[in-house]
T-cell receptor, first 114, second 111 residues
Framework: DGGITQSPKYLFRKEGQNVTLSCEQNLNHDAMYWYRQDPGQGLRLIYY???????QKGDIAEGYSVSREKKESFPLTVTSAQKNPTAFYLC?????????????FGPGTRLTVT | GNSVTQMEGPVTLSEEAFLTINCTYTATGYPSLFWYVQYPGEGLQLLLKATKADDKGSNKGFEATYRKETTSFHLEKGSVQVSDSAVYFC??????????FGKGTTLSVSS
């Protein structure tokens, strides 16, 4: 089955530690995205990548880093510089073909930092 | 800049009631419009979409019409079920970059 996988579903870290969230897709999509979701605030864009080896900052990139070495994978690192990292993180992807621009989402990773 | 505003919740309804969740947008040109649904603890699922003015998106009994004159994309369903309880997000996309989301509306349906 085609889709987007994120692992792990729940992640716990101590303050001051970097942590990497995994996102893999087998939809052959060119573009991939990371969003952060906080209660009552909708989704906010962290980073996105339109092609391999290229990525752009979103609205809240500070304290995060990404890489895009393979088309299928777009891992997100939450660094110790992120002041409030506890949140629900969602990865998405989109085909570059067509004109409707819909994105498909993974199941999310809930990160708790204490 | 582009933005999406949707009605605040929570919306609480009895089973078989009529549902409307309002969504308005601000954008230049002709964005694509979407409704996504999120069940507890899960990612977002695309519910329906519309890509041009007067298009009607529909899926699973839900409908929304792209109204350029009122810059709206209200979500409706004639008879809600308990299983429709979820958070609903209105979103727009323009020029193939990231989606811009509203803050979400929580729907709770009781039997």
């Amino acid at each position: 089955d085609g889709g987007i996988t994120q692992s792990p579903k729940y992640l716990f870290r101590k303050e001051g530690q970097n942590v990497t969230l995994s996102c893999e897709q087998n939809l052959n999509h060119d573009a991939m995205y990371w969003y952060r979701q906080d209660p009552g605030q909708g989704l906010r864009l962290i980073y996105y990548s339109q092609i391999v080896n290229d990525f752009q900052k979103g609205d809240i990139a500070e304290g995060y880093s990404v890489s895009r070495e393979k088309k299928e994978s777009f891992p997100l690192t939450v660094t110790s510089a992120q002041k409030n990292p506890t949140a629900f993180y969602l990865c998405a992807s989109r085909s570059s073909g067509g004109s409707s621009y819909e994105q498909y989402f993974g199941p999310g990773t809930r990160l708790t930092v204490t | 800049g582009n933005s999406v505003t949707q009605m605040e919740g929570p919306v609480t309804l009895s089973e078989e009631a009529f549902l409307t969740i309002n969504c308005t947008y601000t954008a230049t040109g002709y964005p694509s419009l979407f409704w996504y649904v999120q069940y507890p603890g899960e990612g977002l699922q695309l519910l329906l979409k519309a890509t041009k003015a007067d298009d009607k998106g529909s899926n699973k009994g839900f409908e929304a019409t792209y109204r350029k004159e009122t810059t709206s994309f209200h979500l409706e369903k004639g008879s809600v079920q308990v299983s429709d309880s979820a958070v609903y997000f209105c979103a727009l996309n323009q020029a193939g970059t990231a989606l811009i989301f509203g803050k979400g509306t929580t729907l709770s349906v009781s039997s």
